[in-house]
């Protein structure tokens, strides 16, 4: 599990945020390493986007006479087993000579 240490917000526009993190260890895929307060650390540079508003949907009050009530459900095909699937694939002629 990688530790944030620290996070400062470089620039920002609407939900658009550029990041600069500080993560505990080496990380070298991540980011920069460097020798740091609490030895070696990763400094990562990401853009983050985040929501601009949270709210809180509640539950239907029943109650409620304005509300129209639609249940129905929605039905997916399942999915071809692995042989058919291959089955129906187009073959190469070599692929056929050979079969």
């Given amino acids: 599990m990688i530790e944030i240490l620290d996070e400062q917000i470089l620039s920002q526009q609407g939900s658009w945020k550029r990041v600069r993190r500080w993560l505990r260890g080496k990380h070298p895929h991540l980011g920069i390493l460097v020798f740091g307060h609490t030895g070696m650390e990763t400094i990562q540079e990401i853009d983050v986007i985040s929501p ?8 239907e ?28 694939l187009p073959q190469s002629k070599s692929h056929q000579k050979a079969a």
């Fill in 61 to 88: 009050n029943e109650s409620d006479k304005n509300t129209t009530e639609c249940h129905e459900q929605l039905k997916l095909p399942l999915p071809l087993p692995v042989d058919q699937l291959l089955q129906t």
């Fill in 52 to 59: 601009i508003h949270i709210f809180t949907v509640l539950a």
